[in-house]
């Protein structure tokens, strides 16, 4: 049976019902039935609209979309974008080194530059039109982004021994590295090879991703439900984290999970704060930290109330790197629908609905005539 499809900027109300009814879910990029996981619709950014890649928290009718340093759909995560991520990336780490130096802690920015010249090559490369020369220079670039891959999966495994207190960055850097060598296979034509290396990739991130959401969890997640996170952090948003990890998982399971984690945390405060990986509470962000908080902290135990200012920030780098996460991993179903919609690439590309973006439309919906199951 031929599939069409429709674009447009208006959320239907059939889809934002089931999505409040929890009928749909948004995954990534694209809305599903909870039930049969067939794709309802996928998520676009407007091009000319970028307020949704900017690192705030944005709701619209699809719910909270979350901060991820990828876009919705992997048509959308051009190299323009990519070169403008991790100069970004590059800048915050600049910034935050020069903080780092006080406690002796170097940051590795050595493969910045090779990143920033492969994407720039890979942007230029498909503007050419001698397609032996296209070609070559793409493999060039892929094979640079192969290289970055290998040296952030190493420098993450090191320093993740070390809780360092930067791997997040060093697993979105793996991201856009992964997405820009299969973007290079999608615009050459080569769907099986780039479909081949988002699952390599997710094999990679995945497993990478939980010890680092693990990691931030702490040793006792219970810490997360004290009183004193009331109105931050709720079970809800707990379970949500933990229902990544496993989907069985409900919220009474969690509780279940921590309930006696909680009272141990109750009696032992002081143990449970000097169980505290000590690079986990270096926080970046927080001007005083090095100057005021940090010295008193490793002096003596601070009280709970004083380290669970910390926590929600932790929290939200994990629920960060879970979107993106999620984000990466419906890139894969992206392009094998494609193929089921019998269009390559640039037609995909060039789907845009007749009507104009708004900042309150911001996001284009691609919209099957049938559900399709990837």
């Not at 509470?281 to 930290?289: A, G, Q, T």
């Not at 003596?300 to 380290?307: L, P, Q, T």
């Not at 939200?316 to 392009?335: D, G, L, M, P, Q």
Request: charged share 25%.
């Amino acid at each position: 049976m031929e599939i069409s499809v429709t674009t447009t900027f208006a959320l239907p109300d059939w889809i934002s019902e089931n999505l409040a009814k929890g009928i749909y879910e948004r995954v990534g990029g694209f809305i599903r039935d909870t039930d049969n996981k067939q794709i309802i619709a996928w998520l676009r950014e407007a091009e000319s609209v970028d307020s949704l890649l900017q690192n705030i928290t944005t709701t619209t009718g699809f719910g909270t979309l979350g901060v991820s340093i990828l876009s919705l759909s992997v048509s959308g995560m051009n190299f323009f974008l990519m070169l403008k991520k991790i100069n970004e990336l590059e800048q915050a780490l600049k910034e935050v080194s020069v903080s780092l130096e006080k406690i002796n802690y170097k940051i590795d920015l050595s493969f910045f530059t090779k990143f920033l010249v492969a994407i720039d090559l890979a942007q230029n490369v498909f503007t050419m039109e001698n397609q032996k020369n296209r070609k070559t220079s793409a493999l060039f670039a892929i094979n640079s982004f192969l290289e970055i891959e290998r040296f952030y999966v190493n420098l993450f495994d090191y320093e993740f021994e070390k809780c360092s207190p930067i791997i997040d960055n060093y697993l979105s850097i793996l991201s856009v590295a992964y997405v820009a060598e299969a973007r290079c296979y999608l615009e050459l034509g080569e769907y099986s090879t780039a479909i081949r290396r988002f699952q390599e990739g997710m094999n990679v991130l995945r497993s990478r991703i939980q010890q680092y959401v693990e990691l931030t969890l702490t040793s006792n997640p219970a810490i997360y439900l004290q009183p004193e996170l009331k109105g931050i952090v709720d079970l809800r948003r707990l379970t949500k984290i933990y229902s990544w990890m496993d989907p069985t998982l409900s919220e009474s399971d969690v509780f279940e999970m921590h309930r006696e984690n909680f009272a141990y945390f109750v009696r032992n405060p002081d143990k449970y704060i000097n169980s505290i990986p000590k690079s986990m509470l270096i926080d970046v962000e927080d001007k005083n930290f090095f100057s005021e908080y940090l010295p008193n902290f490793l002096a003596k135990a601070e009280s709970i109330k004083d380290f669970s200012k910390y926590l929600p920030n932790f929290l939200a780098k994990a629920e960060s790197i879970i979107e993106t996460n999620k984000r990466f991993e419906s890139y894969e179903i992206e392009v094998k629908a494609m193929s089921q919609l019998e269009m390559n690439f640039h037609e995909w590309q060039q789907l845009t609905p007749s009507e104009p973006a708004t900042e309150d439309t911001s996001v284009m919906l691609i919209i099957p005539s049938t559900p399709v199951a990837v």
